[in-house]
């Protein structure tokens, strides 16, 4: 086997690692479990599809530098807060959120290795963010 073949390898075989320890974790098996209630609610399903819709046909509307009609807007947040109070949906966008930070991580630690040829410290890693509550996604 070539060096090359060799270095795939065992990077393959460390990322199936990472994937393993990752599913172990609490925090995953809780992500998975709210993603899995709000795909077993065909209602809170229906509720993230039409306010998803709506809210990307005003977005549009806005882009375009079209006037947003009032009743519509407060009909959207009307919705939205509809959806917020149903605690499958609002679990689902919780979870949705964690998973996203899970993979910000992932790959904020893969790309500072390769960008400084080792393994980053803490600080190098925090050094873009704002801290974990930011919420900016650095």
């Given at each position: 086997m070539e060096i090359h073949a060799?270095i795939e390898e065992a990077v ?89 930070g899970l993979q910000d991580h ?33």
């Open positions: 060799l393959r075989q460390k990322t199936l690692e990472l994937c393993e320890t990752i599913v172990r974790q609490p925090q995953f098996q809780s992500i998975r479990r709210r993603v899995e209630s709000f795909m077993a609610d065909p209602a809170a399903q229906r509720q993230y599809q039409s306010l998803t819709e709506k809210g990307r046909s005003l977005h549009e509307r806005q882009h375009q530098g079209l006037p947003l009609d009032g009743r519509e807007v407060a009909a959207f947040d009307s919705e939205r807060d509809a959806f917020l109070g149903n605690p499958v949906a609002k679990d689902f966008l919780d979870a949705q959120e964690e998973m996203r992932v790959r904020l630690c893969v790309a500072r290795t390769f960008d400084l040829g080792r393994v980053p410290s803490g600080e190098e890693l925090e050094e873009d963010s704002c801290g974990p509550d930011c919420g900016c996604h650095h």
